[in-house]
């Protein structure tokens, strides 16, 4: 599956199964982070991301944790963001590669417009 189909999915699965329900302020807080690190990768020449990048991109994983701990409901609505939308593993797979951290910001592009798409508001 594509990025595209594991976005859809993600939040189709989530509106015609969950109560609790997540905003897309708190979504777009979460993954507003990877829109200022795509601004410099996309500069990067070559397909290796540098160090001072790829630094960034592990604090934004730590960022992503913190908001699940703050989330103190077992099933949480940020909790349960995190975990099916299995993105500290998708941070852990970027590496140092350019193409799957550009893979990685439109997966998150994704999820804000399926999130929309199925309902999802700020509430």
Known sequence: MGYV????????DWYSTRD????TSKIRGLLSGMSDIYNDVVRVEGEELPQDIVDRIQ????????EYGRDDKKDGPVRRFINES???NKIDQIGTSKKKFIEMERYMEALVAYHRFYGGKDE
């Open 20 to 23: 609790k329900k997540i905003t």
């Open 59 to 66: 604090y934004l994983k730590v960022q992503f944790v913190y």
């Open 86 to 88: 299995k993105i500290l």
């Open 5 to 12: 189909e594991d976005a859809e999915k993600v939040f189709k």
